[in-house]
């Protein structure tokens, strides 16, 4: 699954996650990344000149050596980055869950990691755990996810077998198969009802 | 015991020429179900794989009701584990009940839901008003219904019957009532952008939110919810206490099995390998974790299921509600769900509505609503042997004598007659004689008695001076007509 192995599900998963109506991004492990994130979240918003937009960082703690001041600049967002486990801490300080429910409410770009993908569906799944919260994939209007390419997986079987071999569920798991969309007016499609309308994913490319 | 559902007063005559007389409603559903059907059809043949886990998931759905309740005790006992809070509900009382006094102690005023068919059956959006609480839907369709106090005419689509200039004009009353600007135009987008914008603020001010389920798996504990829109994330994951109201046909064993059958309800219902969201919820907020609800509560639902395990008809609750069947469906595609008078449409409804409710509850669905031309079966993927179950239910009307007395014996006097050739011929000569008060400009045109109604809309040759028999009979050495 990783090396030139792991390209062809990387190629899947790309292929039906645009098909979906995704965006994609994918970059060498190292240095590139952070540009690459900063280059995505740019593509994701609709940026009004003159204004710093509000984003929630919340990639969790498998993504603490990315660097939020990097990937999101403090002259062109307003971001709230939420790092550490237990507790939670924004800016260095403890932070309660529900004030970032605000925050994610009104963001227009959430960023978080994902748990697996799945090449078959070009499905992206995200999991709660502590030190993780989903509300920045739901809330804002735009939502970046990083992905590592050893975490892609050929089905959906396949990814829940990964959650079980984990032990119990946890208590939420969302599977992600492109952006809010409804059929519900005269049956024509509409893509960004309640979640997000965009949604983008960069994958970091190689076996770890 | 037979459970209780919601009916439109209305007699089906006069529920089937509504519905024929409206060219609105008549248009949007034949595109509707057009294009569901195709998206269905083309999905399957790009998509080998999906046949194979329909097939899966079907045979995991029916060994589920095969052992439904040991499964209902270990679901309960692992949902418990988890930290929810498990209720075995008879039916729409006990729901309500439960869902008003668990709003009385947390001092709730106010409930998001996303889409269930089971509330809709449970009519506990109305209960919950009587009791004085606030009661909003957040699927884009159902809050279009809600605004125009209606029911669902299709599950995926449950405004299908209405155009964008009505939905326009209920969202301008709306705005109007509520003091807010209305939607710019009557475009898809604006008017999508006006219902995101007034639910965001339900969303975030509620202190229940209200979910149906489309699975629940045993093994682990787990709801699972699928949506394209995203309103059943929030509903679950944004108020304090989450309440999950299900019935007990949607249990699984184990988590393979919902492996083998996830991706069905997207497969059948639009077309999509996936919903763009399908949320796997085991338990409330975990310790240390930032969201999710304090409280789960997971009521688990009879309402006339229980009666139909072990019977001829328990495959009816193998049903995914992906709404394949109302897609293809001649019945449905002319009339839509309002029609048929009952909470389910469609071939699937025509046949479950009498078997949860009893065989008096809208006869007519069995008996009137099925040409027997078996797409449904076809389209079915869990396979449920529906035409089977539309000839057993009218033989059980005649046969338990819930027949109109007229009819019994129309039907009884006239296959007297047609069983032999010999009485065949002599009705033909009686009919021959009697049907020149029936003719206008050389056609038959009406018919007393049963057949009046096939008249209505149709006419048909007159019976020849000479059939083919008597030609024959006369021409014939022996005199005596073929048989």
């Known amino acids: ?208 | 015991m037979a459970g209780r559902l919601p009916r439109d007063p209305a007699p089906w005559a006069a529920r089937r020429d509504r519905a024929l007389a409206s060219p609105v409603l008549r248009a949007n559903i034949r595109s509707v179900t057009h294009r569901l059907a195709d998206a269905r059809r083309r999905a399957y043949a790009s998509y080998p794989a999906g046949q194979v886990l329909r097939v899966a998931g079907r045979d995991a759905k029916r060994r589920a009701m095969a052992q439904v309740e040991p499964l209902l005790d270990q679901l309960r006992d692992r949902l418990s584990a988890n930290g929810a809070r498990v209720i075995f509900a008879e039916g729409p009382k006990e729901v309500a009940d439960y869902v008003v006094s668990l709003a009385a102690r947390r001092g709730a005023q106010r409930i998001v839901k996303s889409k269930s068919m089971l509330t809709e059956e449970l009519d506990l959006n109305r209960r919950l008003a009587a009791a004085g609480l606030a009661v909003r839907e957040t699927d884009l369709g159902e809050y279009i219904i809600q605004l125009l106090d209606e029911r669902p005419s299709h599950i995926l689509a449950p405004a299908a019957h209405r155009n964008r200039q009505e939905i326009h004009a209920v969202f301008q009353e709306t705005a109007d009532r509520e003091g807010v600007p209305g939607p710019t135009s009557d475009d898809v987008g604006p008017l999508t952008a006006f219902a995101r914008q007034r639910l965001r603020e339900d969303f975030l001010a509620a202190e229940i939110g209200i979910t149906g389920a489309n699975f629940l798996v045993a093994e682990t504990g787990t709801v699972v919810l699928i949506t394209n829109e995203g309103n059943a994330d929030m509903v679950a994951s944004l108020p304090p206490v989450h309440v999950v109201i299900a019935g007990i046909d949607k249990v699984l064993d184990t988590w393979d099995a919902l492996a083998a059958v996830i991706q069905q309800p997207a497969l059948s219902g639009v077309g999509q390998r996936l919903s763009a969201y399908t949320t796997l919820i085991s338990g409330p907020r975990a310790a240390g974790s930032p969201e999710g609800p304090e409280e789960l509560h997971v009521l688990l639902v009879d309402n006339g299921r229980r009666q139909l395990l072990g019977g001829p008809y328990a495959d009816v609750l193998t049903c995914i509600r992906c709404g394949a069947c109302y897609n293809v469906c001649p019945v449905y595609r002319q009339v839509g769900g309002h029609a048929y008078g009952s909470t389910y449409a469609g071939p699937i409804g025509a046949v479950e509505t009498p078997l949860l409710a009893g065989l008096d509850f809208l006869p007519e669905l069995p008996k009137s609503l099925c040409t027997l031309c078996n797409a449904c079966v076809e389209a079915c993927p869990m396979d449920i042997a529906l035409p089977d179950h539309f000839i057993t239910l009218r033989r059980r009307q005649v046969d338990e004598g819930r027949e109109a007395a007229g009819t019994r014996l129309t039907y009884r006097a006239w296959g007297r007659l047609w069983s032999s050739p010999r009485q065949y011929q002599r009705f033909v000569s009686w009919a021959r004689r009697g049907q020149r008060f029936m003719m206008r400009q050389g056609r038959l045109v009406r018919s007393p008695g049963l057949w009046a109604g096939w008249f209505e809309t149709r006419d048909m040759p007159p019976i020849a001076p000479e059939t083919f028999h008597e030609w024959w009979a006369r021409r014939s050495p022996s005199g005596k007509a073929p048989v």
């Open chain 1, 1 to 208: 699954m990783s090396g030139p192995g792991g390209s062809p599900l990387r190629q899947a998963f790309r292929a039906r996650w645009e098909g979906l109506g995704g965006q994609y991004w994918e970059t060498a492990p190292g240095p590139g990344l952070t540009g690459t994130v900063a280059a995505a979240a740019d593509a994701l918003i609709d940026r009004v000149p003159g204004q710093k937009p509000p984003a929630l960082w919340w990639p969790g703690p498998a993504w603490a050596s990315l660097a939020w001041e990097a990937a999101l600049p403090p002259d062109r967002w307003t971001v709230t980055a939420v790092t550490g486990r237990e507790p939670l801490t924004v800016g260095g300080r403890p932070t309660d869950p529900t004030v970032l429910r605000g925050v994610a409410a009104s963001a227009v770009l959430g960023v978080t990691g994902a748990a697996w993908a799945v090449a078959d569906t070009g499905s992206v799944a995200l999991t709660s755990a502590p030190g993780q919260g989903l509300w920045p994939s739901l809330l804002p209007p735009s939502h970046l996810i990083v992905l590592r390419e050893a975490q892609v997986v050929a089905t959906v079987a396949d990814g829940l077998r990964r959650v079980r071999a984990e032990g119990p569920p946890p208590a939420m798991a969302k599977i992600i198969s492109g952006p809010s969309s409804t059929a519900d007016i005269e049956g024509q499609l509409w893509i960004g009802v309640h979640g997000p309308g965009r949604v983008g994913v960069v994958v970091v490319t190689g076996a770890d």
